[in-house]
């Protein structure tokens, strides 16, 4: 599923241990339920022609419009046989860590959609 085809519900940044920020978190509203995206980029690699950065996803160079080569680089391909065209900026490391901060954005996404939600509404 392309990032273009997510609902983000919410942008969220974490800070860690008072030391490290994390910031451009979403978390997605998925037919299966809320979940967390971490932070991530498109991979990209440079036009032959003038050295652009350009994404993989492209096919023609951002800076002068030129045809890019087919096949010009091999994507990581995901466990569903789908190219990976992002790669995560920041991640968890296990899955203890991923589970923490799940409950903790989750539980601050409940709270934060609670206390915007009309009274009336609230008292129902």
């Not at 045809?67 to 990976?84: A, F, V």
């Not at 296990?94 to 903790?104: K, L, M």
């Amino acid at each position: 599923r392309s990032p273009a085809a997510e609902k983000v519900a919410a942008y969220a940044s974490i800070l860690i241990d008072d030391a490290f920020a994390v910031r451009d978190l979403r978390i997605i509203d998925d037919p299966r339920g809320l979940m967390i995206a971490m932070p991530s980029r498109k991979l990209a690699d440079h036009c032959p022609e003038c050295d652009h950065k350009t994404p993989y996803a492209d096919n023609y160079c951002g800076r002068f419009g030129a045809r890019l080569p087919e096949g010009r680089t091999s994507l990581r391909i995901n466990p569903s046989g789908r190219e990976c065209r992002y790669t995560d900026v920041a991640h968890p490391v296990t899955q203890e860590g991923r589970r923490q901060i799940e409950v903790a954005l989750l539980e601050a996404y409940a709270a934060e959609v609670e206390r915007v939600r009309p009274a009336d509404r609230r008292a129902s």
